[in-house]
């Protein structure tokens, strides 16, 4: 994940819900057999731009999903919202996962698959087009979908770095 513009926020600070993402059983080999374990990714956000992914594994689901949820509070991201959309058509990429995400109107909904709805949902995206490429592994696409939130910058940030208005980035 590229870390151009993130800055980390303290999880005590906001209300965050949580969403497990994926849960798996894991086996490790040893000499009497197989030990199983589970993993479980957890997504965490409070709807209003701030987001974090974890992963977790432990012998129970529910100390995985545990660990998940402390993991993803130590990974908080700040992602620029307009309008309950995204600022501007971006692609993310981690791994075989590819996401494509765009901004749409007003109504449309988060139009997205699994791993990348609960992100985008819990980010407070509230009307978004995406789709996922390559690899379906939830791991990745959560990765890959965190990756072009890293990539998202607003009108703001965009007139900072040029040394221009905001009224000049929208003319030309």
Known sequence: MSQKNIKSIK??????????????RVAKVV???????????????????????GLGKANEVTDAITKGIDDAKKNLVKVP????????????????????MKPASAGTGVIAGGAMRAVLESAGVKDVLAKSKGSSN???????????????????????????????????
């Open 11 to 24: 999880a005590s600070e906001i209300e965050l819900k949580e969403r497990v993402v994926a849960i798996k």
């Open 31 to 53: 000499k009497g057999g197989r030990r199983f374990s589970f993993s479980a990714i957890v997504v965490v956000g409070n709807g209003n731009g701030v987001v974090g992914y």
């Open 81 to 100: 919202i307009k309008h309950h959309t995204l600022p501007h058509e971006v692609l993310g990429k981690y791994g075989g996962g590819f996401v494509l």
């Open 138 to 172: 939830p791991h990745n696409v959560v990765k890959a979908t965190f990756d072009g939130l890293a990539k998202l910058r607003d009108a703001f940030t965009i007139a900072q770095t040029r040394g221009v208005s905001l009224t000049k980035v929208f003319n030309g």
